[in-house]
């Protein structure tokens, strides 16, 4: 089938996914594939996230999208997600795309706390990846975390308490900041020298756009794209978000990296 809803299985935890191929006339043997996903309290029908798959389908890729724990139509409580469980689960959705026989070459896409697993996963998995996208990556959490500090929730960071509420009716587990406190990303920025797309908007309130100037200026390979007045989710630009994506799959999928 061209185009499949199904899920990848990670150590008994189903990770919901869709595979969208080109659009284009007649079927190729090999694509390169873009593995995309969400941010925290995110899901893979999200506006920028739909537009970045279909920024990927239109420069030659298929796109294969999945929810992570706790997440949309994944399995696991989201109370108990943590950023550890997040990089395991991407690390299995990696596994299971090397045993599609299209694959010629593989890229992840992440936005917010994804795109700060792609960065992680990244370095990990540099001998097998590309080249990464993290669109707006908040990677700042680990830092925020050993302040007390998230999503405007405030805590003693040397005794966390069983749940923090982080609005909108939703409460992370004490372990979501217990392993995100002892997550250093200056290490996985200092390992992977392949290439690198920041995308972040200028306005955003999230994550402020330093962050993404920071490890642009620190990556070996970085092409950094900021969008002026934008949010996190690119409200006012998605489609300049989508334009710098497709440009930069189109140009190392042609330079065969």
Same mark, same amino acid.
């Given at each position: 089938?061209?185009?499949?809803?199904?899920?990848?299985?990670?150590? *008994?935890?189903?990770?919901?996914?869709?595979?969208?191929?080109?659009?284009?006339? =007649?079927?190729?043997?090999?694509?390169?594939?873009?593995?995309?996903?969400?941010?925290?309290?995110?899901?893979?029908e999200?506006?920028?996230?739909?537009?970045?798959?279909?920024?990927g389908n239109? &420069?030659g890729?298929a796109?294969?999208r999945?929810?992570m724990y *706790?997440?949309?139509?994944?399995g696991?409580?989201?109370r +108990?997600?943590?950023?550890?469980k997040w990089? =395991?689960?991407?690390?299995?959705?990696?596994?299971?795309?090397?045993?599609?026989?299209?694959?010629?070459g593989?890229?992840?896409? *992440?936005? @917010?706390q994804?795109?700060?697993?792609?960065?992680?996963?990244?370095a990990?998995?540099?001998?097998?990846?590309?080249?990464?996208?993290?669109l @707006?990556p908040?990677?700042?959490?680990?830092?925020?975390?050993?302040?007390?500090?998230l999503?405007?929730?405030?805590?003693?960071p040397?005794?966390?308490?069983?749940?923090? +509420?982080i609005?909108?009716?939703l409460?992370?587990g004490?372990?979501?900041?217990?392993?995100?406190q002892l997550?250093?990303?200056?290490? &996985?920025?200092?390992?992977f020298t392949?290439?690198?797309?920041?995308?972040? =908007?200028?306005?955003?309130?999230?994550?402020p756009?330093?962050? @993404?100037e920071? &490890?642009? @200026?620190?990556?070996?390979?970085?092409?950094?794209?900021?969008?002026?007045?934008?949010?996190?989710?690119? +409200?006012?630009?998605?489609?300049?978000?989508?334009d710098?994506?497709?440009?930069?799959?189109e140009?190392?999928d042609?330079?065969?990296?």
């Open positions: 089938m061209r185009n499949r809803e199904f899920f990848i299985d990670d150590a *008994g935890i189903r990770l919901h996914a869709k595979l969208d191929f080109p659009g284009e006339n =007649g079927r190729k043997e090999k694509y390169p594939l873009l593995i995309l996903i969400h941010g925290l309290t995110g899901h893979m999200e506006d920028h996230i739909r537009a970045a798959a279909r920024a239109e &420069a890729f796109v294969l999945a929810e *706790g997440h949309g139509g994944s696991g409580a989201f +108990d997600h943590t950023v550890l990089i =395991g689960n991407l690390m299995a959705v990696i596994d299971y795309a090397f045993t599609l026989y299209f694959v010629s593989l890229y992840l896409c *992440g936005h @917010s994804g795109g700060m697993v792609t960065m992680l996963v990244g990990m998995e540099q001998d097998r990846i590309r080249a990464i996208i993290p @707006s908040a990677w700042m959490v680990p830092e925020v975390t050993r302040k007390g500090e999503l405007g929730a405030h805590f003693d040397d005794h966390v308490p069983d749940e923090i +509420d609005g909108n009716g409460l992370l004490c372990n979501y900041v217990r392993t995100a997550i250093d990303v200056y290490p &996985a920025i200092r390992r392949k290439p690198v797309l920041l995308v972040h =908007g200028s306005g955003d309130l999230a994550v756009v330093h962050y @993404s920071e &490890a642009a @200026s620190l990556y070996a390979d970085a092409r950094l794209v900021i969008l002026p007045n934008d949010s996190h989710c690119y +409200d006012l630009h998605v489609d300049m978000m989508a710098a994506v497709r440009t930069f799959l140009e190392n042609h330079a065969g990296l």
